[in-house]
């Protein structure tokens, strides 16, 4: 059983900064990479960004330069620095780990970004 449990969304003015981390519990083995996506009503959930377990990011073009994805495999934990938020950022944000083979969500912490 693996759980994965996410902190640190919230209501931000644009230009405004966030910070969401998520730490999983359980049988962690063989963390082969983590990542986060949103989802923002409507809309299909697509990916933020990833980090390998080399340490390779991956991040999606909307918020390149902006967010910052950082790992603490020691703590199983996944971070996403979100700066200079905007509206369209808004969105349920879910983290992902990859587990050997299997990936696991977690439940999801909503964001919004309005003046």
């Known amino acids: 059983q693996v759980q994965l449990v996410e902190s640190g969304g919230g209501l931000v003015q644009p230009g405004e900064s966030l910070q969401l981390s998520c730490t999983a519990s359980g049988s962690i083995f063989s963390i082969n990479g983590m990542g986060w996506y949103r989802q923002a009503p409507g809309l299909q959930r697509e990916l933020v960004a990833t980090i390998s377990s080399t340490g390779t990011t991956n991040y999606a073009d909307s918020v390149k330069g902006r967010f910052g994805i950082s790992g603490d495999n020691a703590k199983n934990t996944v971070y996403l620095q979100m700066n200079n938020l905007k509206p369209e950022d808004t969105a349920v944000y879910y983290c992902?780990?990859?587990?050997?083979?299997?990936?696991?969500w977690g439940q999801g912490t909503q964001v919004t970004v309005s003046s």
């Open positions: 992902s780990f990859q587990l050997g083979p299997s990936f696991y």
